[in-house]
């Protein structure tokens, strides 16, 4: 007998939800790639802060664009991207 895939509730929700519109969503967020370390700057992920969830490929591509273009990543490297959900 096959083996049977097991799915967590929001798995399979996320699946009859894309089964019916097919089209793959994602969050935009923006994070540092620096940390502060007893003063000195060494590299490290920061935490995500949200700035637009469930968009588009191209409507994320759009939002973090604009958020890089109109913010200066500073000294910690804070920069905009997004991931499938």
Same mark, same amino acid.
């Not at 009859?16 to 994070?31: A, Q």
């Not at 992920?45 to 588009?56: A, P, Q, S, W």
């Not at 409507?59 to 905009?80: F, T, Y």
């Given at each position: ?7 967590? *509730? ?7 939800? =894309?089964?019916?519109?097919?089209? @793959?969503?994602? $969050? ?10 007893? !003063?000195? @700057? *060494?590299?490290?992920? !920061? @935490? =995500?802060?949200?700035? +637009?969830?469930? *968009?588009?490929? $191209? $409507? ?11 913010? $200066? ?5 804070? @920069?905009? +991207?997004?991931?499938?959900?």
């Amino acid at each position: 007998m096959p083996e049977v895939e097991r799915l967590t *509730v929001m798995q399979y929700f996320r699946g009859v939800i =894309r089964g019916f519109n097919m089209e @793959k969503y994602y $969050d935009t967020f923006h994070r540092t790639w620096w940390v502060r370390y007893n !003063g000195v @700057k *060494v590299p490290g992920i !920061g @935490k =995500r802060h949200y700035l +637009e969830r469930h *968009v588009t490929y $191209d $409507d994320a591509r759009e939002i973090c664009h604009q958020w890089n273009v109109s913010h $200066d990543p500073g000294e910690l490297s804070d @920069k905009a +991207e997004f991931e499938e959900v």
